[in-house]
């Protein structure tokens, strides 16, 4: 759910007398990405390929950069279909998105706390 390597590596990047790197970054992850799933959400609804791939992909960069990597994966499983135009299989796909994130979620969350 998340690589901790990665998160050592932004802590290594801390400076002294510095607000926590990680705890701003996983701030920002936090506020973001519900608002890309909830665009997600909206582009399945209105059957938006377009969309879904754009929200997808912001998605799946910001994951990636906090070492959630199998949110990432499904973020850009789901951009690609975007991109293709055949999002018949995305709606399952949001359904692992969603568990996915609350794990990844929770797993953050307990790393600043």
Do not use: T, W, Y
Not at 18 to 25: F, G, K, N, Q, S
Not at 90 to 111: H, T
């Amino acid at each position: 759910m998340i690589d901790r390597s990665i998160l050592q590596e932004l802590r290594e990047l801390q400076e002294v007398g510095e607000p926590d790197i990680v705890a701003e970054l996983v701030d920002l992850f936090l506020e973001s990405a519900p608002e890309s799933i909830q665009m997600i959400r909206e582009s399945l609804e209105k059957g938006d390929a377009d969309l879904l791939a754009k929200a997808a992909h912001s998605l799946k960069s910001s994951s990636a950069a906090l070492g959630a990597f199998g949110l990432s994966s499904i973020s850009r499983e789901m951009e690609m279909r975007g991109r293709s135009g055949d999002i018949s299989e995305a709606p399952d796909m949001f359904n692992r998105l969603r568990s996915e994130f609350q794990q990844v979620e929770d797993a953050l969350k307990a790393e600043i706390e």
